[in-house]
């Protein structure tokens, strides 16, 4: 026998916990703001090469870590002789330049390259050009897919739907970077974008799948009401997309512990896992509950 969940029956308390996530989400950000890390703020790279064996990352970060003129600074391995170590200040002076030197354990050679402010702040403008395009795209995209989808909620209100679950499913993850950007000095950089955007892209695809579920019983189940049908899309759906999460977080949770040590790996794959949690919770219990409560809102508005 197959157990069926009602999805809409507590989705006032869905979109509680959701609206409470993104308020502290929203409050994390202006209260703490983002950690940006030098790919955006620009700052200066070492790169150093071992002659010999390299000495464990922990090591280093411990010896490093002592240095007090160095803020904000990244540790990340380079194949099995090399790492690179990542600091805020654009200009190194000679004393801070050797004092790494001294506190590094080894023989070793160095480079030192510099990452222009300006740069960083083209790459951060193009990263907010690509994330806003994405949405815009996919809001058209589902607006388009589901044009011919039957009444009684238009093809838009899918694609506002969705919308607003990017955005949920992005600010959530920002506002937790934010406060561990601030209590954990955790930064953002190309890779946790890239994690962003990979969760926007796995969000979209449950919701079209579910979407689509609901698109095909429309079509065929006429005798149920419309919060029915999405209920029993959403039970139809459940199994596939909860798959689809857990078997990316089953991989997520090696690699986390796989990357200790490669910060920006580490940080990588920490967002992803919160970003495909989110996403599962934003596709399965407030996107198409959402479709219901408009719904329900224009049936009660046309009675009164």
Known sequence: MVMVMNFIKYSKLYFAVALIAVGLSVYSLFSFGLNLGIDFEGGSMITISYVGERPQIDE?????????????????????KDFTLKIKEKDISSEVFSAVLNVLPGEFDTSVET???????????????VIGGALIAMLLYIALAFNSVSKPISSIQYGISSTLMLFHDL??????????????????????????LTILGYSINNNI?????????LKTEFKLSYSEIVNKSLNETFVRCFNTSFTVLLVLIPLYYFFVNEE????????????????????????????VSWNNYRNKKKKS
């Open 60 to 80: 280093i970060r411990n010896a490093v870590s002592g240095i007090n003129e160095i803020s904000g600074a990244q540790i990340q391995s380079l194949g099995e």
């Open 115 to 129: 990452i222009s402010p300006v740069v960083g702040k083209e790459l951060k403008d193009k990263t907010l050009a």
């Open 171 to 196: 600010i959530i993850p920002l506002g937790i970077l934010a406060f561990l950007g601030h209590y954990y000095d955790i930064q953002i950089n190309v890779p946790v974008i890239t994690a962003l």
């Open 209 to 217: 799948v579910i979407f689509d579920r609901i698109r095909e019983n």
């Open 264 to 291: 920006s790996l580490k940080y990588f794959t920490l967002v992803m896992g919160i970003g495909i949690f989110i996403g599962f919770f934003s596709s399965m219990f407030l996107s198409s509950p959402l479709l």
